[in-house]
C-alpha cells in the first residue's frame, strides 16, 4: 500500500460534522449551512464544518456577555485551576503560569515541564527517568504531569531563559504560536498515544474527552501551517503521526518507565 491508498483507507479522527459551540453546548449555525472539510493529501471529504455568519457572532457574544460578570469574580488562581482541569482531562498537561507574583518571588503551578525544572531526586526514584520513546515533543509536559502527581510544582520570579535563535511567530495577542516542522508534525500526533497509556496507567484517561483534545491537537496544528508557515504542505505528517499512534495505543503490552526504586 502507498502513502495515498493508505490515506483514502485510514480512519479519520474527525468527527462528520462540527457545529458551532456556544453557550457551553453545540448548536447548529443559524443559517444550517456547513463548508465542506477536503483532505489535502487525498481530496477526500473529511467532514462538514459550520458556516457561521453574524447571526452566530452575536449568538457568541450575547453568551460571553452572559458569562462575563460570573467568570470576572474568580481568582487567576482559580481560573488556572479550572484552565487546567479541562486541558488535563483532554490529555493536553500544560502548565499554566501565574499571571504576577508577590513579595515571596514564587508560586504554585498546577504542573511542570522538565525544560527548566528541577525535580528532586526522591520524585525521580518514583516515576523513574524521561521516556526516551517520545523522542521530542510531550515528553517534557509529561514528566511534569508525573512529578506533579506526587508533589507541588512551582515557578520562582528569578530565572529567565532567553532564546537566542531567531524563529518565525504569530502573534495571537495572548501567545505566540511558533513555526515547527514535518518531525514536530508527526511526533506531535503520533506521541498522543504514549500520553493515552500514561493517562490509563494513573487512572485518568476519559476516551471522549482525550479524543477531543486529540482533534484539538490536529487542528492546532493545521492552524500554525495555515497562519505561521503559510502553506498546507506538511499535513501528511500529522496523519502518518496518527497512524503510527494508533499501532503504538493498540500495545496491551506496553508499560511505563519504571521507578527507579520499589515504593
Not at 498546577?110 to 521516556?131: K, T, W, Y
Amino acid at each position: 500500500m502507498n502513502k495515498i491508498e493508505f490515506f483514502r483507507t485510514a480512519k479519520s479522527p474527525l468527527a462528520k460534522r462540527y457545529d458551532n459551540f456556544i453557550g457551553g453546548k453545540w448548536v447548529a449555525p443559524k443559517s444550517g449551512q456547513y463548508f465542506q472539510n477536503f483532505s489535502p493529501v487525498t481530496g477526500q471529504l473529511l467532514g462538514e464544518v459550520a458556516r457561521s455568519d453574524a447571526a452566530d457572532i452575536e449568538a457568541a457574544l450575547d453568551a460571553a456577555h452572559k458569562a462575563k460578570d460570573a467568570w470576572g469574580r474568580i481568582s487567576t488562581t482559580e481560573r488556572s485551576r479550572i484552565l487546567n482541569r479541562i486541558a488535563d482531562r483532554m490529555g493536553i498537561p500544560i502548565p499554566f503560569a501565574p499571571s504576577k507574583f508577590d513579595s515571596s518571588g514564587f508560586k504554585e503551578m498546577n504542573s511542570g515541564c522538565f525544560e527548566g525544572m528541577f525535580i528532586h531526586r526522591s520524585i525521580v526514584a518514583q516515576i523513574g527517568l524521561p521516556d526516551p520513546r517520545f523522542f521530542i515533543y510531550w515528553d517534557d509536559q509529561m514528566y511534569g504531569w508525573l512529578a506533579s502527581r506526587l508533589t507541588t510544582a512551582v515557578i520562582v520570579d528569578e530565572f529567565v531563559l532567553r532564546r537566542t535563535r531567531e524563529i518565525k511567530q504569530w502573534d495571537m495577542g495572548i501567545r505566540h504560536m511558533n513555526a515547527s516542522s514535518n518531525a514536530y508534525r508527526y511526533y506531535i500526533m503520533r506521541n498522543r498515544a504514549y500520553i493515552k497509556h500514561y493517562y490509563r496507567v494513573h487512572g485518568a484517561y476519559s476516551p471522549v474527552l482525550f479524543g477531543l483534545g486529540t482533534t484539538a491537537t490536529f487542528f492546532k496544528e493545521l492552524i500554525r501551517l495555515l497562519f505561521v508557515e503559510r502553506t498546507v504542505r506538511g499535513t501528511s505528517n500529522l496523519f502518518r503521526g496518527l497512524r503510527d499512534g494508533g499501532r503504538i495505543g493498540r500495545d496491551r503490552t506496553w508499560q511505563p518507565m519504571p521507578a527507579l526504586e520499589a515504593r
